[in-house]
T-cell receptor, first 112, second 115 residues
Framework: DGGITQSPKYLFRKEGQNVTLSCEQN?????MYWYRQDPGQGLRLIYY???????QKGDIAEGYSVSREKKESFPLTVTSAQKNPTAFYLC???????????FGPGTRLTVL | AQSVTQPDIHITVSEGASLELRCNYS??????LFWYVQSPGQGLQLLLK??????LVQGIKGFEAEFKRSQSSFNLRKPSVHWSDAAEYFC?????????????FGGGTRLMVKP
């Protein structure tokens, strides 16, 4: 089955720790995206990548980092510099021509 | 810059009643338009999309949407709501620019269905 997988589904972090959220797609899409969603709010773009070995900051990149070493993988690291990381994180991918984005099931990150 | 407004944060309808969720966008050219649905704790699922052509588009789960250029709107409709339609709905506009293929999302409308 083609799709996007995110792991883990739930993640707990102590203050001061870095954590990495996994995102993998087997849709052969060039572009991948990370969004943050807070309760009652829409989606805010953290980082995106249009091609391997290249990525761009979105609207709320501070405190986050990404890498894109393989086409199918786009991991997100939430660093200790992110002051309020508790949120629902969504990964998405799209092809090069249309903007239709396919979403993973999400990772809920909670800071203890 | 493009923007999307969903004026209704919450909507409650009775099961079997008709539904219309509003979406207004701001963009200088003809946009790509999307409606997504999100169940609690889940990712977003695409309901339907408009790229060009017929302004009335059909989607999954019995949903349809109509693109009205003069009103900059892309409202989502369903003639008879089912309890399983309770979820959050997001309208989005797609833009291709130097930054790449991007989506701008509205703030979402939470739909509650009364039995």
């Amino acid at each position: 089955d083609g799709g996007i997988t995110q792991s883990p589904k739930y993640l707990f972090r102590k203050e001061g720790q870095n954590v990495t959220l996994s995102c993998e797609q087997n849709l052969n899409h060039d572009a991948m995206y990370w969004y943050r969603q807070d309760p009652g709010q829409g989606l805010r773009l953290i980082y995106y990548s249009q091609i391997v070995n290249d990525f761009q900051k979105g609207d709320i990149a501070e405190g986050y980092s990404v890498s894109r070493e393989k086409k199918e993988s786009f991991p997100l690291t939430v660093t200790s510099a992110q002051k309020n990381p508790t949120a629902f994180y969504l990964c998405a991918s799209s092809n090069a021509i249309y903007n239709e984005q396919f979403f993973g099931p999400g990772t809920r990150l909670t800071v203890l | 810059a493009q923007s999307v407004t969903q004026p209704d944060i919450h909507i409650t309808v009775s099961e079997g009643a008709s539904l219309e969720l509003r979406c207004n966008y701001s963009y200088g050219a003809t946009p790509y338009l999307f409606w997504y649905v999100q169940s609690p704790g889940q990712g977003l699922q695409l309901l339907l999309k408009y790229f060009s052509g017929d302004t009335l588009v059909q989607g999954i789960k019995g949903f349809e949407a109509e693109f009205k250029r003069s009103q900059s709107s892309f409202n989502l409709r369903k003639p008879s709501v089912h309890w399983s339609d309770a979820a959050e709905y997001f309208c989005a506009v797609g833009v291709n620019n130097n930054a790449g293929n991007m989506l701008t999302f509205g703030g979402g409308t939470r739909l509650m269905v009364k039995p």
